[in-house]
């Protein structure tokens, strides 16, 4: 059954350094998203993409955070200059008609 | 945008015990999801609901959408133990090529054997 992947499962990363979080969507699948979640809270949307270029935006997804498909299976999410507080579960998710969604296994991440 | 607020955040039951958890919203939706999350695991999508009215069944899970759009629920009869994790409802939001999940607070469901 096809998966939405994603690497790392864990990155720690010192204050201030910038992080990619990687994700390989199910190949016939338009619409790709990215969520977080801090431990035991919800599940926070991020931003979504359809067409090569960012359709939604949640106001968590400040000029820190950058999305893009370099090519035609990778997804990525940057975050530029990493605080403490960005410490949380990232899920990638991707869906074919913008209806049920597939999540990733997630990458956590620690800023230490 | 649309906001959906969840209830109970917590549920403990007594294994063979039934199950409910509800959504609610101040608005008409357009559609409701539901999305199972283990511990440590990645939500799973369980089902979505776009009609008024609407009742889905899943073996003993049975998902409600109310008459008015406006609130759902979970209901599961006689949990087991598998049956643990947290119970998010979602809501996608579309404006022409945009798409937005919006996730519940969800409630996290324990299962005393």
């Known amino acids: 059954e096809p998966e939405v992947t994603q690497t790392p499962s864990h990155q720690v990363t010192q204050m201030g350094q910038e992080v990619i979080l990687r994700c390989v969507p199910i190949s016939n699948h338009l619409y790709f998203y990215w969520y977080r979640q801090i431990l035991g809270q919800k599940v926070e949307f991020l931003v979504s993409f359809y067409n090569n270029e960012i359709s939604e935006k949640s106001e968590i997804f400040d000029d820190q955070f950058s999305v893009e498909r370099p090519d035609g299976s990778n997804f990525t999410l940057k975050i530029r200059s990493t605080k403490l507080e960005d410490s949380a579960m990232y899920f990638c998710?991707?869906?074919?008609?913008?209806?049920?969604?597939?999540f990733g296994q997630g990458t956590r991440l620690t800023v230490v | 945008g649309q906001q959906v607020m969840q209830i109970p955040q917590y549920q403990h039951v007594q294994e063979g015990e039934d199950f409910t958890t509800y959504c609610n919203s101040s608005t008409t939706l357009s559609n409701i999801q539901w999305y199972k999350q283990r511990p440590g695991g990645h939500p799973v999508f369980l089902i979505q609901?776009?009609?008024?009215?609407e009742v889905k069944k899943q073996k003993r899970l049975t998902f409600q959408f109310g008459e008015a759009k406006k609130n759902s629920s979970l209901h599961i009869t006689a949990t087991q133990t598998t049956d643990v994790g947290t119970y998010f409802c979602?809501?996608?939001?579309?404006?022409?090529?945009?798409?937005?999940?919006?996730f519940g607070s969800g409630t996290q469901l324990t299962v005393l054997p």
């Open positions: 979602a809501v996608m939001i579309s404006s022409g090529s945009a798409r937005q999940l919006t």
């Open positions: 998710a991707s869906s074919y008609r913008g209806a049920e969604a597939f």
């Open positions: 609901l776009v009609k008024s009215g």
